[in-house]
């Protein structure tokens, strides 16, 4: 999270919208949001619905996997990270940043 904070200003330069989501509470990501410093949009998945529609739901750890979507104007998976990878964004704010993406 804290990593696309510090590159919020590229995405949204890019018309980028930036939402973060996680199993946790409204409340919970409230709290998360101001002991980080994001300023974008937690939104919070509580029950695990959308979690589980994704695929990321990892049932023996009762949570989700840390994922990175980059999802197009049409609602089409563009890029994704996944685990490790999904800590440093670059690949989606590379792909943000394509010509093509600005479209």
């Keep these: 999270m804290k990593n696309f904070q510090q590159n919020l200003q590229k995405l949204e ?7 973060g989501v996680s199993m946790d509470s ?4 409230k709290a998360f ?10 939104l919070s998945d509580w029950g695990g619905e959308t979690t589980h529609k994704y695929g990321v739901y990892v049932d023996e750890y009762k949570a ?9 104007k049409d609602g089409k998976i563009l890029e994704e ?15 943000c940043e394509r010509p093509k993406m600005k479209n």
């Design 81 to 95: 990270q996944v685990d490790k990878e999904a800590i440093d964004p670059s690949k989606i704010v590379e792909a």
């Design 26 to 29: 409204p409340f919970a990501n």
């Design 13 to 19: 330069a890019t018309d980028t919208q930036v939402l």
């Design 64 to 72: 989700a996997r840390r994922v990175n979507f980059l999802i197009g």
């Design 33 to 42: 949001a101001d002991q980080i410093g994001v300023t974008f949009p937690l």
